[in-house]
């Protein structure tokens, strides 16, 4: 009797062993398919490859600005922000150790628009000082900016490199991304990919 309740039991950790195996293999393959996801663009105005219009603006600090425009090879990065916006502010910090990450060939430029005593508090909480800042509405049309937080990569030829809602430290790593392997989104990075497959 108990040499039976040995072998039953032998065979149960065998088949376990199995079952757990299977399912090691299956989420490897569920995580192989789930692609990563990149800031996501929304109905806008301008699309990737468009060259908008440069404008002139003035920082918060009275610096003037140009807003797209050839850059010497430089990117310029637009982040869309506000101080009523609880996504942006848990971004800002994320924002600002990429902007440094990167700062070799971007540029980068917070935008938003309202209050300026608002704005100036939102500079001191998060240690924005000496970060270009403007408040524009007119910026905020002329990209189409519905929703917040949203950024802009310009690179360094005036062109729309690209561009989204970007809620995560991954959605505006996603940016640089793009404009790095040459495409509109890391979807469509990955639909290439899966056309070469």
């Not at 101080?83 to 440094?100: E, G, R, T």
């Not at 970060?131 to 900016?145: I, K, N, T």
């Amino acid at each position: 009797m108990i040499i039976t309740s040995q072998i039953l039991l032998w065979i149960a950790v065998v088949i376990l062993a199995v079952l757990v195996a299977a399912l090691a293999r299956q989420v490897g393959i569920l995580h192989e398919r789930i692609a990563p996801a990149g800031a996501l663009t929304l109905h806008q105005q301008v699309n990737v490859g468009d060259i908008p219009t440069e404008m002139a603006v003035t920082s918060i600090d009275g610096q003037q600005l140009t807003v797209g425009g050839k850059r010497d090879g430089r990117s310029q990065l637009l982040f869309f922000t506000s101080p009523d916006c609880p996504v942006c502010k848990s971004l800002l910090p994320v924002f600002k150790s990429s902007v440094h990450a990167e700062r070799s060939w971007l540029d980068a430029v917070l935008v938003s628009d309202g209050d300026e005593t608002a704005q100036r508090r939102m500079i001191m909480e998060h240690g924005l000082a000496g970060q270009p800042f403007v408040l524009s509405e007119a910026l905020g049309r002329a990209f189409g900016v519905a929703k917040l937080p949203y950024a802009v990569l310009i690179d360094g030829e005036g062109k729309v490199a690209s561009l989204g809602l970007v809620n995560t430290r991954e959605h505006l790593e996603s940016l640089f991304e793009a404009k790095e392997h040459g495409v509109a989104s890391l979807q469509e990075f990955l639909k290439r990919r899966e056309g070469e497959i």
